[in-house]
């Protein structure tokens, strides 16, 4: 029996690094998706809602296939951050962090577009940050330019320099992609890994 086509519904690169780990063949394309959270939205329905809509978003294009979306939303202090997107928006955040923990919902959707079967969880991890000088701040940022990243420091990076601890459910789903839970998703639509 053939598997599926496999499709990541996502530009980012470091998704598509993640998935390369499970050595199957997979495509990408780009889900045209609106990621602002909705008014009054807790962080853990935003990741969980933007990752089932960016797999409807390319299911159109690829009506027999299995279908991967993701979205990251970083809680602190009850406030959605998001990809910082510039240099001072990344110093903000990072200077809101500094010294606190932070939780990363990473949510996870395997869409079978032929049969419209949908699953969708989310992974947790926890980053508490060292007491960061300004100046380390700087310095990180100038480096490593994580302004793609939610919670602006890359834990695959020189981020973890900044990170006193660092807790969850999946550390590759800190990183963007929780292969934990999609390994068990692809199992439950047949898709074998070895």
Do not use: W
Request: a negative charge.
């Amino acid at each position: 029996m053939n598997s599926p086509l496999l499709v990541l519904a996502s530009t980012s690169p470091y998704r598509c690094e993640l998935l390369k780990r499970l050595q199957l063949p997979f495509t990408t394309a780009a889900p045209d998706v609106d990621e602002t959270p909705l008014p009054d939205e807790a962080a853990r329905d935003t990741s969980l809602r933007l990752s089932r809509e960016k797999a409807r978003a390319v299911a159109t294009d690829y009506p027999d296939a299995l279908i991967i979306g993701s979205d990251q939303v970083a809680l602190l202090e009850g406030r959605q951050l998001g990809k910082p997107l510039t240099h001072d928006n990344a110093v903000a955040q990072l200077r809101a962090m500094r010294g606190k923990t932070t939780c990363f919902y990473t949510a996870l959707t395997l869409l079978n577009s032929k049969t419209g079967r949908m699953q969708t969880e989310v992974a947790e991890n926890f980053v508490t940050l060292r007491e960061l000088s300004d100046t380390e701040i700087e310095a990180y940022l100038l480096k490593e330019q994580p302004y793609q990243c939610a919670g602006s420091a890359k834990s695959e990076g020189l981020g973890i320099a900044l990170m006193s601890s660092m807790s969850g459910d999946d550390p590759n789903a800190l990183i963007g992609l929780p292969l934990i839970l999609l390994t068990e998703m692809l199992r439950r639509e047949n898709v074998r890994i070895f």
